[in-house]
């Protein structure tokens, strides 16, 4: 086989990954677009929910306080499928300076990695992350049945709840405790001088509070995380997009010289034999 025949047979095959590197950078984009129309509303909601909770426990903070002796969990959010970069990496190196005894892990490339990095200390709790925004909700579920065990009681004092993610908005990891809520005091809730009226007692009613705003909170989390995780994505696939398009422009001209001095071979071959002839 010609050196140009074998050339062409791998732009072929660059080809060929070029198109599904660029659907994948697509499919990434429109992720993207689809999160970026949510994740502002699921925001939105979680601001709402911490500013009655502020307001709450400016007239009850007793409520606030953590059993000294509550289980520290640490939920770590990373990526279910590749092309990212170091997305997964980073959480891990992050969490290491204060490696948890116990870990709720979102993604299999996380887990994997967890794997692999001298986690056996670490109770790890697997679970796969989300492909795309609508498994957000189910991959909830599972983060709540996984700790509503430990969590059981009005104010859920049994446990600690830390999560460590990408905040797309800042484009740095961020670690937020979830359990028990720390919810800022906001301008607008500090001018309240007169206690919120409930018709539950207000054990019950922060008891509630918590199960709604750690199902809103956990939607964010994964939301901005996922956002993050497809910017990777695309910056990543681009690259790799781009490099190919630079490779195939370099194996074409190359094919071309190899061409030219085949056919320039074929001609003094015909030549030759003419002469003989």
Known sequence: MSQSHELQLHITKLEEIRSILNSMKNLALIEVHKLG???PLQSQSVSNIEEAGSD???FHPQLASCDADARSVYLLVG???GFCGDFNEQI???SKAQWPTEIISIGSRLNSKLAEN???QSTV???AGANVSEEIPSIVNVIIDCIAPASIGLSHSGIRLTAIYHDCRSNQISQRQLIPPVFQQSAHSSRHTIPPVLNLQAEVFFSELISHYLFAVLHEILCL???AENYRRLQHLEAAVKHLDDETVNLRQK???YRQEEITEEIEVILLNSENT
Do not use: C, G, P, V
């Open 118 to 120: 001298d986690a056996e």
């Open 79 to 81: 990526a279910e499928r």
């Open 56 to 58: 709450f426990l400016r």
């Open 92 to 94: 891990i190196l992050y």
């Open 125 to 127: 709790n697997a679970i």
């Open 255 to 257: 094919s071309q010289i």
């Open 225 to 227: 995380s996922l956002t």
């Open 37 to 39: 129309r949510y994740q």
